[in-house]
């Protein structure tokens, strides 16, 4: 593992670039029903119902040495 962090902390080679991926799956939803809004005397109402709109993948690949970053979004289902 210590060998592999190391690889971090190399200076940049444009010959042997570092870049990392990483991926996440996001739960898509909406609000049922709207808040109510503030009165005097009574904070905002939120109902916590929810709809269910799908999941999403997200993808990003990184070269933090060179600043760059690539986001990609997989298909909704």
Not at 2 to 19: F, G, H, M, W
Not at 28 to 48: C, F, N, Q, W
Request: net charge positive.
């Amino acid at each position: 593992m210590e060998r592999v962090l190391d690889v971090y902390k190399r200076p940049y080679n444009s010959d042997n670039q570092v870049e990392y991926m990483d991926e996440s799956s996001k739960q898509l939803i909406a609000e049922r029903r709207s808040s109510i809004v503030m009165k005097p005397g009574h904070e905002t109402r939120v109902d916590y119902e929810y709809v269910r709109k799908g999941v999403v993948n997200i993808f990003m690949a990184n070269e933090p040495l060179r600043g760059k970053r690539l986001l990609m979004r997989g298909n909704q289902t």
